[in-house]
């Protein structure tokens, strides 16, 4: 959506064409993705012990779905919120207090796990703690 802003483009059809056409095309690149295992072996272990998993991406939830399809963490999440489950983007918090709320959890009892800028601040915003994810990650 940022890209389409930039660009300035404002054609419904032509939006609905790059949302189809880069659907088409994302599942090509998807060999470039790198698992972050220490990651994903801590939340299944936190799973395990009862936690509750969810994913809160600004992805479409089809081009996200079809990623974890790819990397077979479909069991991993208890809930899954993508970009069109929420009216405000990161930096928003609407999308972690969106979580919270199904969960029943507070910010207090709330673990984040971010990558990028404007999900930091989405989580900070949302006063859950935070961890910043990094390719080094622990």
Not at 48 to 74: E, H, P
């Amino acid at each position: 959506d940022k890209f389409i802003r930039e660009l300035s483009i404002t054609n419904e059809d032509i939006i609905k064409e790059i949302s189809i056409r880069k659907s088409e095309i994302y599942p090509d690149f998807f060999h470039k993705l790198k698992l972050n295992t220490t990651l994903l072996n801590f939340i299944r272990a936190f799973k395990k012990s009862g936690g509750k998993v969810a994913v809160a991406s600004t992805a479409k939830r089809i081009n996200l779905l079809k990623v974890i399809d790819y990397l077979n963490l479909k069991d991993d999440f208890d809930f899954i919120v993508a970009g069109e489950d929420v009216i405000n983007s990161k930096p928003d918090p609407e999308i972690y207090n969106l979580i919270m709320s199904k969960f029943n959890v507070s910010p207090e009892q709330t673990l984040v796990f971010e990558d990028s800028p404007m999900g930091i601040d989405s989580a900070n915003a949302s006063w859950a703690n935070l961890i910043q994810v990094t390719e080094h990650f622990f």
